[in-house]
């Protein structure tokens, strides 16, 4: 079963930027997708980004040009750089491995959750 370690969140002002790290216990980028999605208080979780098997990439409409997903192979590891960090983007950050399918931005598509990570922007 893939373990999955998310680090790297924490409290920054609006503006700033924070990077997440995921790290997988297996070769998952070699095999699978990888996302990001996140949670707020109260709200459903929602589709951040997600990296395809063999490369591409996804993102919530919403956060264009201000998230970016990467992997790394070798290190059996997914980012996710966050800049210019609003209040709004306060939540619970999770990763996941995306199984099957092709809508990468589905939960149901997804298993192996992690832990989550907090990120708090303050204004």
């Known amino acids: 079963q893939v373990q999955l370690v998310e680090s790297g969140g924490g409290l920054v002002q609006a503006g700033g930027s924070l990077r997440l790290s995921c790290a997988a216990s297996e070769r998952t980028l070699t095999n699978y997708g990888m996302g990001w999605f996140r949670q707020a208080p109260g709200k459903e979780r929602e589709f951040v980004a997600a990296i395809r098997r063999g490369g591409g990439t996804i993102y919530a409409d919403s956060l264009k040009g201000r998230f970016t997903i990467a992997g790394d192979n070798a290190k059996n590891t997914v980012y996710l750089q966050m800049n210019s960090l609003e209040p709004e983007d306060t939540a619970v950050y999770y990763c996941?491995?995306?199984?099957?399918?092709?809508?990468?931005?589905?939960?149901?598509?997804?298993?192996?959750w992690g832990q989550g990570t907090q990120v708090t922007v303050s204004s």
């Open positions: 996941a491995v995306h199984i099957g399918g092709i809508y990468y931005y589905k939960l149901y598509e997804y298993d192996y």
